[in-house]
């Protein structure tokens, strides 16, 4: 699937949150996103711009769906 262009960050905090991350703390333009899994925290960091440029958007996703053993597909869906 291609990548979306023009998600902003609220769009993905958003979703995340929908997957079980919450907000742990902003500092600047970066907001820090944490979740348990498996007794293990995992956090994400993403920039609060609008939009999220591709490759760290791409990077954001990669991270995300490793952790939580999504398709990547499907998750580009959801934007």
Same mark, same amino acid.
């Given at each position: 699937m291609k990548v979306p262009r023009d998600v902003d960050?609220?769009?993905l905090i958003t979703l995340l949150k929908r997957h079980g991350y919450s907000v742990i703390r902003q500092t600047g333009s970066h907001i820090r996103l944490?979740? +348990?899994i498996d007794n293990n925290e995992h956090a +994400?960091?993403?920039? @609060?711009? @609008?939009p999220i440029k591709i490759g760290v958007l791409q990077s954001i996703v990669k991270d995300v769906c490793n952790a939580n053993r999504l398709d990547i597909n499907v998750f580009y869906q959801q934007l």
């Open positions: 960050a609220s769009e944490s979740k +348990i +994400i960091t993403v920039p @609060n711009h @609008n």
